[in-house]
């Protein structure tokens, strides 16, 4: 017993190291695993009008390094077929406010026009090829298919329906064997927009 007290007393310094780094391992497992992963979300879209398919993989559209448009909700990498959602809570209405369009309960609002619900037209709305009321506050979920369709009343809107991509899952790489994601889609937890104050 002695020898261990003084075998003890002789290693003090190396045995307190050790406890230590062991503490020291410790922590930053608990911080690891208590650290929330970035929120990120995919959902493809389309917004027709009376057979007008807008194009939102023009420029005024996308957020790039140069213009961010939005820091939690954007399109880019010239494809407006997907939007990218950086924060929970971003309803399609702030998305559409981003873009300098306007969404509300019965109305679309494009290049100054409005697209409302009257006697002849109606403003659609749907989720997963499902109809839904209103959508204007929907918060998006990952992989949604959404589609946003003004046309006379006799037509047809599920004809639309197959205009609206599935490439989400491309960018949130849960069909690999389609593509990889593009270089901005973050789902490494990376922000989808280049930072000029980082690259400075």
Not at 33 to 50: C, G, M, R, T
């Amino acid at each position: 017993m002695k020898k261990v007290k003084q075998h003890i007393r002789e290693n003090k310094k190396s045995y307190l190291w050790i406890f230590l780094g062991l503490l020291s391992i410790l922590l930053l497992l608990v911080i690891v695993n208590s650290e929330e992963k970035e929120y990120h979300v995919h959902a493809d879209f389309k917004v027709i009008l009376e057979g007008y398919v807008i194009n939102f993989s023009q420029e005024q559209y996308q957020s790039t390094g140069f213009n961010t448009l939005h820091d939690t909700v954007h399109l880019h990498d010239n494809n407006g077929d997907v939007i990218h959602y950086h924060a929970k809570g971003i309803n399609l209405s702030i998305f559409f406010n981003s873009l300098d369009l306007e969404l509300i309960q019965s109305c679309f609002r494009y290049k100054n026009n409005s697209y409302c619900t009257n006697e002849t037209h109606s403003l659609e709305f749907y989720v997963n090829d499902k109809k839904v009321e209103s959508i204007s506050s929907y918060v998006a979920e990952d992989l949604d298919r959404i589609l946003i369709v003004y046309d006379k009343k006799e037509v047809d809107t599920t004809t639309y329906l197959p205009l609206v991509t599935d490439a989400a899952c491309i960018q949130s790489a849960l069909c690999p064997e389609r593509g990889e994601p593009s270089e901005g889609s973050c789902i490494t937890g990376e922000t989808c927009i280049v930072n000029l104050d980082d690259i400075k």
